[in-house]
């Protein structure tokens, strides 16, 4: 069965991160609308679909998808899904899921109450790496798991040059957490368990965002592993280079690991 999707954003990311993977061979999906209020966004999108709009509500009024994919700016997240869950369709969401814990609530409300299915984009639990370490842990490599602890330094969003304004608007809607989310989806997928305790700690580095741009996380889920997290986006923002740090460190009863991964990861 093929499933027809709907995307909103048109962004930096949507367009060139989102969008090609419906034209792969062999995928199971047709990108069948696009949509952005912007009409230089519709105008540069190229690929053959059937609708472009800028108005979502006639894009699910008119396009009969299956399912939306959404890929606008995180503070218009929930009152997208809630709109595409309304229409009766399936919804994948990027992360973050949203700006706000009561925002969350209510997005996974609405999609139980329509039975439709939500799912929030954590991509890295299809890399392969992740794959191997889940197997491996769930086979006893490490013997019983007792701590998780990565560090993620991204390099690649400067303060400067060609994606300088996209970096800004992260930087006031998620900071740091806009990637480092991703290692905390990570701790779960790799151990189980659910969030128990979480504290933080933030550096701002002279920016004048809201959120900060380099944060420290300290966490215990409820299966007993304690997790912590080093995140930035603020690293390396304002140099040339690209020293990116990414790393995971796997402490078991029985063994531990120390896992870096490389620059194009």
Not at 125 to 138: D, G, P, S, V
Not at 174 to 202: M, N, P, S, Y
Request: proline share 5%.
């Amino acid at each position: 069965m093929t499933m027809k999707f709907g995307l909103i954003g048109l962004g930096h990311h949507g367009r060139n991160a989102v969008a090609p993977a419906f034209y792969q061979p062999a995928v199971h999906a047709e990108l069948g609308a696009v949509c952005d209020v912007s009409a230089a966004a519709l105008d540069a999108f190229t690929r053959p679909v059937a609708g472009k709009y800028q108005d979502h509500h006639r894009m699910l009024a008119e396009a009969k998808l299956d399912a939306v994919y959404v890929a606008a700016c995180m503070d218009q997240h929930c009152e997208l899904v809630l709109d595409c869950l309304a229409a009766g369709c399936h919804v994948v969401v990027e992360k973050p899921m949203a700006t706000t814990l009561e925002e969350c609530r209510r997005m996974i409300e609405a999609a139980r109450q329509a039975g439709r299915v939500l799912a929030v984009n954590f991509e890295s639990r299809y890399a392969e790496q992740n794959e191997i370490l889940r197997r491996w842990i769930a086979g006893g490599h490490f013997g019983r798991i007792e701590a998780l602890h990565f560090a993620n330094m991204w390099d690649g969003h400067k303060t400067f040059g060609p994606i300088r304004e996209r970096r800004a608007r992260l930087m006031q809607l998620a900071g740091a957490l806009d990637c480092g989310i991703h290692k905390l989806d990570q701790a779960r997928f790799l151990v189980g368990g659910t969030w128990k305790d979480v504290e933080a700690v933030g550096a701002w580095l002279g920016e004048p965002s809201d959120p900060p741009p380099h944060i420290g996380i300290i966490g215990m889920l409820s299966n007993g592993v304690a997790v912590t997290l080093n995140a930035s986006l603020a690293w390396a923002a304002n140099i040339e280079p690209r020293p990116m740090v990414n790393t995971l460190e796997i402490a078991g009863t029985q063994g531990v690991a120390l896992c870096r991964s490389t620059p194009d990861f």
